[in-house]
C-alpha cells in the first residue's frame, strides 16, 4: 500500500476487525517523545475532512496537556504546513515538502499495523481520558465495581467496552456477548471488585448464570 502513512490504513483495518475505537503508540521526533493517540471515527468522535482516515492525538510525554489533534490519511496529516511545523518545531526551509515527507515517514515507522496489547502508564491514562470524554464520563473512574443492565433497546457504548478491555480484560471476555451489560466504574479504589465478585453479584440477578470458571 502506497502513502507516506500507509501504516494508518493496517492499523485502522486491525481496529475494526478486533473492534476498537481508539489505540494508542509511543513517536520520538527532535528528541521529544509523544503518546499517540489513534481515534476512529465512532461518534461523538465526527470527521470534519472527507478523505481523513483517523483522527490523531500527539501529547507530550511530560506534558499531556501540550496537544496537538488532527485528522490524517494515509499520505499525510491534514491540516496546514505551518500549524504541523510550529508543533513539532520543524523550522521552515527552502525544501520544506522534503522536510515534511521526512518527518511522515519517520511517523509511519513508528506507527504499529496492528492493535497493541499492552500499554505504558502514559498510554494508558491518555487512552482512558479520551474513552471517558467520548463516553461522558469522569476520567477518574478507573476502578470497575459491577455491571448494570441497560433499558430494552440501549446498548454498552464501545467506548465502556474498550475501557473494560483495558482495564479488566479477563472480566470483559466472560461477559462481552452481552451487549446490553455495561460495566460501572468508580474513583474509589475501596469499592472495587474482582472479577468473581462481579460475576457473582451478576449472576444473583440473571436466570442464565455465568460461568465463572
Not at 471515527?41 to 481523513?52: E, G, H, I, L
Not at 526551509?93 to 505504558?120: C, E, H, W
Not at 465502556?160 to 455495561?182: A, E, G, H, I, W
Given at each position: 500500500?502506497?502513502?507516506?502513512?500507509?501504516?494508518?490504513?493496517?492499523?485502522?483495518?486491525?481496529?475494526?476487525?478486533?473492534?476498537?475505537?481508539?489505540?494508542?503508540?509511543?513517536?520520538?521526533?527532535?528528541?521529544?517523545?509523544?503518546?499517540?493517540?489513534?481515534?476512529?471515527?465512532?461518534?461523538?468522535?465526527?470527521?470534519?475532512?472527507?478523505?481523513a482516515l483517523v483522527?490523531?492525538?500527539?501529547?507530550?510525554?511530560?506534558?499531556i496537556n501540550n496537544?496537538?489533534?488532527?485528522?490524517?490519511?494515509?499520505?499525510?496529516l491534514l491540516d496546514?504546513?505551518?500549524?504541523?511545523?510550529?508543533?513539532?518545531?520543524?523550522?521552515?526551509?527552502?525544501?520544506?515538502?522534503?522536510?515534511?515527507?521526512?518527518?511522515?515517514?519517520?511517523?509511519?515507522?513508528?506507527?504499529?499495523?496492528?492493535?497493541?496489547?499492552?500499554?505504558?502508564?502514559?498510554?494508558?491514562?491518555?487512552?482512558?481520558?479520551?474513552?471517558?470524554?467520548?463516553?461522558?464520563?469522569?476520567?477518574?473512574?478507573?476502578?470497575?465495581?459491577?455491571?448494570?443492565?441497560?433499558?430494552?433497546?440501549?446498548?454498552?457504548?464501545?467506548?465502556?467496552?474498550?475501557?473494560?478491555?483495558?482495564?479488566?480484560?479477563?472480566?470483559?471476555?466472560?461477559?462481552?456477548?452481552?451487549?446490553?451489560?455495561?460495566?460501572?466504574?468508580?474513583?474509589?479504589?475501596?469499592?472495587?471488585?474482582?472479577?468473581?465478585?462481579?460475576?457473582?453479584?451478576?449472576?444473583?440477578?440473571?436466570?442464565?448464570?455465568?460461568?465463572?470458571?
Amino acid at each position: 500500500m502506497s502513502g507516506y502513512l500507509s501504516n494508518l490504513a493496517l492499523l485502522k483495518e486491525d481496529m475494526v476487525v478486533k473492534d476498537w475505537t481508539i489505540a494508542s503508540f509511543s513517536f520520538t521526533y527532535k528528541s521529544i517523545k509523544y503518546v499517540v493517540l489513534v481515534r476512529r471515527f465512532v461518534s461523538p468522535v465526527k470527521r470534519k475532512c472527507q478523505y481523513a482516515l483517523v483522527q490523531l492525538e500527539f501529547m507530550h510525554y511530560n506534558n499531556i496537556n501540550n496537544n496537538y489533534m488532527v485528522e490524517a490519511n494515509i499520505n499525510q496529516l491534514l491540516d496546514d504546513a505551518k500549524s504541523i511545523r510550529e508543533y513539532f518545531g520543524i523550522k521552515y526551509r527552502q525544501n520544506l515538502g522534503d522536510l515534511m515527507k521526512q518527518f511522515s515517514q519517520s511517523l509511519n515507522q513508528a506507527i504499529p499495523t496492528k492493535v497493541p496489547t499492552q500499554y505504558d502508564p502514559t498510554q494508558l491514562d491518555c487512552l482512558n481520558r479520551s474513552l471517558s470524554q467520548s463516553d461522558s464520563q469522569d476520567p477518574n473512574k478507573k476502578y470497575c465495581y459491577g455491571t448494570m443492565l441497560n433499558p430494552t433497546g440501549k446498548r454498552r457504548s464501545p467506548f465502556n467496552s474498550d475501557k473494560t478491555k483495558l482495564y479488566r480484560p479477563l472480566l470483559f471476555q466472560k461477559l462481552k456477548s452481552d451487549v446490553r451489560l455495561s460495566f460501572c466504574y468508580s474513583d474509589d479504589p475501596r469499592i472495587e471488585k474482582t472479577d468473581g465478585e462481579i460475576i457473582a453479584n451478576l449472576n444473583s440477578s440473571l436466570s442464565n448464570p455465568v460461568d465463572n470458571e
